[in-house]
C-alpha cells in the first residue's frame, strides 16, 4: 500500500457522460500527479498540482480538467467521454515539486460504452 | 522538456538468466533516476533508483548502473525468476520538476 487512495476503483459510463475521479495523496505529499494508461500504452501524463497551483501541464484534453483543494486531494474531471477515453487513470504523489519519488494510487479503471 | 528513451520494448528471458533494460534521457541536469515495475493491472511500484551523485546502485537482484557523460542508465535484474514478469518503467527529472517516463518495457521470464 503506497498510502494514496482513489476512488472509484472501477467506473463504467456512457459516451457523452461526465465522471469525477477522485485522489488523496499521502500523508504530507504536496504533489499530485495525474496519469491515464490505455491498454497496452505506457503512463501519459496529464497534469500536476503542487500545493493547489497547477504546475505541470501533458497532454490533457480540453475535455479534461482537474484541481486540488486545500486539503490537498485532488480531483480529475473527464467530461464529453468517448469510446477512447476508456482506460486506467492514475494518481501519483510526491512530497515536492518533483525530483523525487512518486507513489502511485490503485488506480480507476474507466470503461465508457 | 526531458525526453525518456526506453529499450528493448519487450524482453524475453529464461529463468535463472539476467535481464537488462537501457534508458537514455535528454535533459543533461536531470539528477534523479527511478525504476518502477508494474503487474498486470497494478500500480506501478518503485523497485531502485539512483541519484546523479552514484553510478551505481544494488538491491538483492537489482542493480541500476548511471553514466551521466553517455546520458543513459540500466536496470540489471539477475536470477531471474518468474515473478519478475511485469512491464518495468524507467524514469528521469531534474530538481523541482516532474519525472518523465520512458514507453516501458515488457518482460517475460519463461519457466
Known amino acids: 500500500d503506497s498510502g494514496v487512495t482513489q476512488t472509484p476503483k472501477h467506473l463504467i459510463t456512457a459516451t457523452g457522460q461526465r465522471v469525477t475521479l477522485r485522489c488523496s495523496p499521502r500523508?504530507?505529499?504536496?504533489?499530485v500527479y495525474w496519469y491515464q494508461q490505455s491498454l497496452d500504452q505506457g503512463l501519459q501524463f496529464l497534469i500536476q498540482?503542487?500545493?493547489?497551483?497547477?504546475?505541470a501541464k501533458g497532454n490533457i484534453l480540453e475535455r479534461f480538467s482537474a484541481q486540488q483543494f486545500p486539503d490537498l486531494h485532488s480531483e480529475l474531471n473527464l467530461s464529453s467521454l468517448e469510446l477512447g477515453d476508456s482506460a486506467l487513470y492514475f494518481c501519483?504523489?510526491?512530497?515536492?515539486?518533483?525530483?523525487?519519488?512518486?507513489?502511485f494510487g490503485p488506480g480507476t479503471r474507466l470503461l465508457v460504452l | 522538456g526531458e525526453n525518456v528513451e526506453q529499450h528493448p520494448s519487450t524482453l524475453s528471458v529464461q529463468e535463472g538468466d539476467s535481464a537488462v533494460i537501457k534508458c537514455t534521457y535528454s535533459?543533461?541536469?536531470?539528477?534523479?533516476f527511478p525504476w518502477y515495475k508494474q503487474e498486470l493491472g497494478k500500480r506501478p511500484q518503485l523497485i531502485i533508483d539512483?541519484?546523479?551523485?552514484?553510478g551505481e546502485k544494488k538491491d538483492q537482484r537489482i542493480a541500476v548502473t548511471l553514466n551521466k557523460t553517455a546520458k543513459h542508465f540500466s536496470l540489471h535484474i539477475t536470477e531471474t525468476q518468474p515473478e519478475d514478469s511485469a512491464v518495468y518503467f524507467c524514469?528521469?527529472?531534474?530538481?523541482?520538476?516532474?519525472?518523465?517516463f520512458g514507453a516501458g518495457t515488457t518482460v517475460t521470464v519463461r519457466a
Open positions: 501519483a504523489s510526491s512530497v515536492d515539486q518533483g525530483g523525487e519519488t512518486q507513489y
Open positions: 500523508s504530507g505529499d504536496l504533489s
Open positions: 498540482y503542487y500545493n493547489g497551483e497547477e504546475r
Open positions: 535533459d543533461s541536469a536531470s539528477n534523479y
Open positions: 539512483i541519484r546523479s551523485n552514484v
Open positions: 524514469a528521469a527529472s531534474r530538481n523541482d520538476y516532474k519525472l518523465s
